[in-house]
């Protein structure tokens, strides 16, 4: 049932965000399990509050809207760690540029090849795309080459999620202990979510995965500009 004070109230899409954000970050700080990931949590909560109450979503979303505006200036941000290691990042210039390029060129393939398996057409094809960069980025350009926005967002935000979660098993397996590997890895898959991660393995992963969005964000772009004729 609808509860009359969220129709007349603008911040309480806010209050829910954040509370719900604050809740899965006490879980994890307690429990300390990976999946307690506090913006899975916050995802989870807050659906669930919204089909309770009866809430719109577009109501929620334009309410909250401040927290998305929040959203380009926080990833700026992320180039304080780039300034700290400027040295690493200039020594390891080139392996850095080409992993980069090559998670880039992996996810675009990855994505052809299910979009061919499944027939799928050029507005799905552009909407899955930008999965692994930045949502600043990754919502512009697939609103301005037909994609569904909505599905885009969502599925930005389950890459970071399961980067976030998934890269500390995913690198143990794999054996990869080199820092700027590992921030390579992180930054290029799963973009600023996955980042906070590479920042608590080290200032180095961060560093590096906070200059992977940016690159990768651009290298993204120029691909879809380049291909984005050919479904």
């Known amino acids: 049932m609808k509860l009359e004070f969220l129709a007349n109230s603008i911040y309480w899409a806010i209050v829910i965000s954040l509370a719900s954000y604050v809740f899965g970050d006490v879980l994890k700080r307690k429990f300390k399990i990976a999946v307690m990931n506090p913006i899975l949590i ?3 909560l ?3 509050f919204l089909l309770a109450t009866g809430s719109d979503y577009s109501q929620y979303k ?3 809207s401040l927290l998305s505006w ?5 990833t700026i941000c992320l180039a304080i760690p780039l300034y700290e290691q400027l040295s690493v990042l200039k020594k390891n210039g080139l392996a850095i540029i080409v992993g980069i390029a090559s998670g880039v060129l992996t996810s675009f393939l990855c994505i052809l090849a299910l979009a061919l398996l499944f027939s799928l057409g050029h507005s799905e094809y552009v909407t899955l795309l930008p999965k692994s960069i930045t949502t600043a980025i990754g919502i512009g350009l697939s609103e ?4 569904h926005v909505s599905i885009t967002a969502v ?5 970071g999620i399961v980067g976030n979660v998934a890269s500390p098993f995913v690198l143990k397996i794999l054996k990869i202990t080199d820092p700027v590997a590992k921030g390579v890895a ?3 898959s799963s973009h600023a979510i996955g980042t906070a991660k590479a920042l608590e393995m080290g200032k180095v992963e961060g560093a590096v995965s906070s200059l992977c969005i940016v690159v990768a964000g651009i290298m993204t772009v120029i691909k879809v ?3 984005r004729t050919i479904i």
């Open 42 to 44: 916050s995802v989870a």
């Open 46 to 48: 807050t659906s669930v």
């Open 62 to 64: 334009a309410n909250s």
């Open 70 to 74: 929040l959203l380009t200036p926080a």
């Open 144 to 147: 301005q080459n037909g994609g």
């Open 155 to 159: 599925v930005i935000i389950m890459s």
């Open 186 to 188: 992180i930054g290029t």
């Open 225 to 227: 500009l380049l291909v």
